[in-house]
């Protein structure tokens, strides 16, 4: 299995340097298409509220300086993609509807990445990485500082769900170039029975020798899940996202939300 195509939304700001680093360093291996994609915000979503006569007087100012903030903006963004010398990059600046576009963007993409802001609700790509993961259910690799390869260790966080398992799929790729696999269960966490060695099995069928590590406590599987990863030195945990209803992991937390507050590792998720 390969990828070919990462995306990286990127909004102009501070961030858009790390963010382009970690998906040209996630494509490397794979020789795959980089696309920066510039995310403005989207005129069209202002509007509205400006009422009847909006062309005139304030309004019309403010419409001009959401027109100025973009144009600056894409500069901004472009400037980050040409910091980096990777042949197969490509930089996408998104008009109105910026919405429908990201999302036709990241639906013939095979991995979202985004640093660590946006997924806590930060910065200007907060509703960006919402719409991934939770509208478009697109695979998003949240790089934390310091990821700097895909060929260290990798721990696959599994519990026979739905979510785990598709996450645990979906990272197939980035399992064959890890230097370890290890798969992370926490039976007495969670409400489901299952058997981590159906997931090592199906990795070893395709090439991945997985090492199994059972964890023994109960309780609140995040940290239990983030103290094992550590433990085993890994770069990245491959975890699945939102498995309750997510107006539930708003309220309680979850911990998908423990995952997203956390400093490290860094996340391959899916929903």
Do not use: C
């Amino acid at each position: 299995m390969s990828w070919a195509r990462i995306m990286a939304p990127l909004s102009g700001g501070a961030g858009d340097a790390a963010a382009v680093a970690a998906a040209v360093m996630l494509a490397e291996p794979f020789q795959a298409e980089m696309a920066g994609v510039y995310t403005p915000a989207d005129v069209a979503d202002v509007m509205p509220w400006m009422g009847e006569g909006f062309l005139g007087g304030v309004q019309t100012t403010a419409l001009e300086s959401l027109k100025e903030a973009a144009q600056a903006g894409e500069k901004a963004a472009r400037s980050a993609m040409e910091s980096v010398t990777y042949a197969k990059s490509r930089f996408v600046a998104l008009q109105t509807p910026v919405w429908a576009g990201l999302s036709a963007e990241s639906r013939l993409s095979d991995v979202v990445v985004f640093t660590s802001d946006p997924p806590r609700g930060r910065g200007p790509l907060a509703e960006a990485f919402q719409q991934m993961m939770a509208d478009e259910q697109r695979p998003v690799l949240i790089a934390r500082p310091g990821l700097t390869t895909v060929g260290g260790t990798i721990a696959v966080a599994w519990d026979g769900g739905k979510e785990a398992s598709r996450a645990a799929r979906l990272a197939l790729p980035l399992l064959e170039k890890a230097g370890k696999a290890v798969i992370l269960a926490a039976p007495k966490a969670s409400s489901r029975s299952f058997d981590p060695k159906r997931l090592q099995s199906y990795y070893a069928a395709r090439g991945v020798q997985a090492e199994v590590d059972t964890l023994p406590d109960s309780g609140d599987a995040a940290p239990l899940l983030l103290y094992a990863s550590k433990k085993a030195g890994a770069e990245i945990l491959v975890a699945g996202a939102f498995g309750h209803p997510r107006l539930q992991e708003f309220i309680f937390g979850g911990t998908t939300r423990t995952l997203l507050n956390s400093d490290e590792p860094s996340l391959f998720l899916s929903h």
